[in-house]
């Protein structure tokens, strides 16, 4: 079944923890995202990544880093989060690198930030 | 980057027809206009993606003018469970390849 995988799909962590939060896809997507919901704000890209070793920022990148070393996989690392990260957090994967092919999102994690 | 604009929130009954518009002002040549629906705690899930005139699937239609700079899902006799939000998204060609706009979208509501 084609599907992408994000984990933990709950975390309530403390202050200036470090934390990762995994993404993975099964389809061979070259264009992997995630995005933050709020309230109000809808969905917001955080970062992208168009191929292996190539990711750029979204609209709202600040306080994350991510990496793709491989294909499937693009974690988002929280270095030291703060509570104005806590928020819902999609991971999505499309065959296209454009934007223009359909994306698939992930269930998402919720992230609670004391 | 097309950057969209959408209806903050639109009500309804259950069995009406539902139109939610897009405008996308800055949309370019090459970009396909996409529809995803997203219920709470849920991830978005794609609806319907168009590049002109009309598309028609088994849940939505979407008609696209001749100067694309808006667009417009439609519903068919809307129920209960189509209770969602739905996004219009704006990708970004050229310099801003890869970057996504989805925006706030429209929280649609459908009554008993």
Request: charged fraction near 10%.
């Given at each position: 079944e084609a599907q992408v995988t994000q984990n933990p799909r709950y975390l309530i962590t403390v202050t200036g923890k470090k934390l990762t939060v995994t993404c993975s896809q099964n389809m061979n997507h070259e264009y992997m995202s995630w995005y933050r919901q709020d309230p109000g704000l809808g969905l917001r890209q955080i970062y992208y990544s168009m191929n292996v070793e190539v990711t750029d920022k979204g609209d709202v990148p600040e306080g994350y880093k991510v990496s793709r070393k491989e294909k499937r996989n693009f974690p988002l690392i929280l270095e030291s989060p703060s509570p104005n990260q806590t928020s819902l957090y999609f991971c999505a994967s499309s065959s296209d690198r454009s934007g223009n092919q359909p994306q698939h999102f992930g269930d998402g994690t919720r992230l609670s930030i004391l | 980057l097309a950057k969209t604009t959408q209806p903050i929130s639109m009500d309804s009954y259950e069995g009406q027809e539902v139109n939610i518009t897009c405008s996308h002002n800055n949309i370019a040549t090459n970009d396909y206009i996409t529809w995803y629906q997203q219920f709470p705690s849920q991830g978005p899930r794609f609806i319907i993606q168009g590049y002109k005139t009309k598309v028609t699937n088994e849940v939505a239609s979407l008609f696209i003018p001749a100067d694309r700079k808006s667009s417009t899902l439609s519903l068919p006799r809307?129920?209960?469970?189509?209770t969602a939000v739905y996004y219009c998204l704006g990708p970004g060609g050229g310099?801003?390849?890869?970057r996504l706009y989805f925006g706030r979208g429209t929280q649609l509501t459908v009554w008993p």
């Open positions: - | 809307v129920s209960l469970s189509d310099s801003t390849l890869g």
